[in-house]
């Protein structure tokens, strides 16, 4: 197995810059600081870190005013980290990565968090939470950075290409976390030189991926980060791994069979209209739990409590499938069990239960779930997500060691379908002397409900999750917001938790799912305001038609609508205890 230099916080940080440790020496045995680069001057030469191989940088002028956002005056740094070749699987590794560092610099620092299983250095503008912005972090003076998680994207002509990195150990390590924490010493490094200002503060915003990476952050780089938003975090990824296979076994049980080759068409087990009136169903029973009929269902919890799946879907004697109910009770038990989330054969939960909401008969729900959104040349090889890059970052990244499944043809498919929950899902807690940190270890954080570090320097995060994101649940993030309240009674000091009804994965949905959250971030990281709530707009693409506005509201309360004000807009509704 290869070694390699790693940064530390004195090599890469601000104190490699003038020297580690503290010091008596003065006058002529102090070295002088070095040079502040211009943007043509940052070289690899000039930095001078361990590791690092600067391949650009440039001065971009300012973009068109009129585009949407217009691009700043900024420095475009790229290169990347620790290159190497890998003894394990004979592939060149390095950690890449982009940092963009505006002309008219605001002080602050926003690393932008990655999605899916990385492999691509992603412009570092610094997208923003929520939909539909106008604007984004680099606009906004945020000096910004992204990376590809130490690894670049295989293409091999099949789905699994995106996770063949999880054969070598460190390339597994570095997209678990090494590479968030390298590339911000390295930026906070760039922006020092070219600046000659250390970082005021500094901020992780990301979603999916990018949320987890955020709630990583927040334990294993506390003291790098003043404020992280995580949004849909699938910290738990490798058990939402597990969840893939478990969707697919489910969806099988029920799906038509094709009759040349007898394989599940998995994509016609719930067809869209199937979903749609399951979703239905749903609104029926719970959309006035919270006083007003909208589309929208605000007291979730309220309504898992309410909502029985086998007494509503359930097909009676009489009925007509798809008018009056969903199907027999093995096709509803199918659902359900999908809904309860995985087990093995004694009955533990290997993952999270799943909130019923009115997202779900949305083609953001479906395309994880059961199929993509164009024709299937194989409908017997799914195309949806959750079968492809969920159906080879299980086997070859959560699984210890990686178990090479070919991902052409029905190799993928036919993994997951045989995928067992008594001897095979253990494999996410493992580890080898070859593979020393196991999925668990290196894909979350190291103690989830421990951010006493964070919490010490002053860190506020806000996590916010969909309820009918159809790839990390809602209530793995709740659970997660009760353990830190239980291991810390002071939790909601420095933590919020903001579920956002009918959202499906990051966006989407019949949602209220565009806001501002990092300015809220900022405001409460800065000023010391933590909102009451947060008021959230429908986008122009949601789905919904009466609803313009909602008030977020912050875990465990919901919106409550006052019973007379305006039902369209937020100022109409109250955040209330469920």
């Known amino acids: 197995m290869e070694t390699r230099l790693k940064l530390t916080a004195c090599a890469a940080g601000i104190a490699l810059l003038y020297g580690c440790g503290g010091s008596s020496s003065s006058g002529s045995d102090a070295s002088p600081p070095p040079p502040q680069l211009a943007c043509a001057d940052i070289t690899t ?58 002309t008219n610099w605001n002080g602050r620092f926003f690393f932008q968090g990655g999605g899916g299983t990385d492999g691509a250095v992603n412009p570092a503008i610094g997208t923003l939470p929520g939909e539909g912005q106008a604007t984004n972090a680099l606009s906004m003076g945020y000096a910004v950075a992204s990376t590809d998680g130490g690894h670049e994207e295989v293409d091999d002509g099949t789905p699994a290409g995106g996770s063949l990195f999880g054969v070598d150990p460190q390339a597994r390590i570095d997209y678990g976390y090494n590479a968030v924490g390298e590339v911000t010493k390295v930026a906070h490094s760039l922006i020092q030189r070219h600046y000659d200002s250390a970082v005021d503060r500094s901020y992780f915003v990301g979603c999916s991926n990018g949320g987890r990476q955020a709630m990583v ?3 294993r780089f506390a003291d790098l980060y003043d404020g992280v938003i995580a949004g849909n975090p699938g910290f738990n990824l490798p058990k939402a791994g597990i969840q893939h296979a478990w969707d697919n076994q489910q969806f099988a049980s029920v799906a038509p069979r094709d009759p040349v080759t007898d394989r599940p068409i998995i994509a016609s087990s719930f067809s869209t209209d199937d979903m749609t009136f399951v979703a239905n169903k749903v609104l029926e029973v719970c959309d006035d739990l919270d006083g007003l009929k909208d589309g929208l269902v605000l007291n979730s919890a309220a309504c898992q409590s309410t909502f029985d799946p086998f007494q509503e879907l359930v097909c009676n004697p009489g009925d007509t499938p798809g008018t009056d109910c969903l199907g027999d009770v093995k096709k509803v038990g199918a659902l359900v069990n999908v809904f309860n989330g995985p087990k093995n054969s004694q009955g533990q939960s290997l993952y999270a239960s799943w909130p019923w909401d009115a997202g779900i008969g949305e083609w953001g729900w479906r395309l994880w779930k059961l199929e993509l959104p164009f024709p299937n040349p194989d409908p017997t090889i799914p195309n949806s997500i959750i079968a492809t ?3 080879s970052a299980l086997p070859y990244i959560f699984m210890t060691p990686p178990v090479q499944v070919p991902g052409a043809g029905h190799g993928l498919i036919d993994y997951l379908l045989n995928y067992n929950f008594d001897t095979d899902a253990p494999g996410i807690y493992r580890s080898t002397n070859v593979y020393t940190e196991s999925s668990m270890e290196f894909m979350t954080p190291p103690n989830p409900t421990d951010l006493s570090a964070f919490r010490s320097k002053g860190g506020k995060i806000i996590v916010h999750h969909g309820n009918s994101d159809p790839v990390f ?11 830190l309240k239980n291991a810390d009674a002071t939790a909601s000091d420095y933590a919020r938790l903001y579920t ?67 039902p369209k807009v937020a100022s109409s509704f109250q955040c209330v205890m469920p």
């Open 45 to 102: 030469e000039a930095m001078n870190l361990p590791g690092l191989v600067i391949t650009k940088a440039v001065h971009n002028p300012e973009g068109d005013p009129n585009a949407n956002p217009p691009e700043p005056a900024h420095c475009l740094v790229q290169g990347h980290l620790h290159e190497r070749k890998s003894d394990v699987d004979n592939q060149q590794y390095a950690i890449g990565f982009e940092v963009r560092l505006p």
């Open 217 to 219: 952050a927040a334990t």
């Open 389 to 391: 890059m969920g159906g």
């Open 473 to 483: 649940s809602v209530h793995d993030s709740i659970q997660w917001f009760e353990n």
């Open 500 to 566: 956002v009804p009918g959202q499906n994965h990051c966006g989407g949905g019949p949602s209220t799912s565009q806001f501002d959250l990092l300015n809220v971030l900022v405001d409460r990281v800065e000023n010391g305001k933590a909102p009451a709530q947060i008021v959230a707009h429908a986008s122009p693409v949601s789905t919904l038609t009466d609803v313009e506005s909602r008030p977020l509201c912050p875990y465990p309360q919901y919106a409550k609508y006052d019973g007379s004000g305006d």
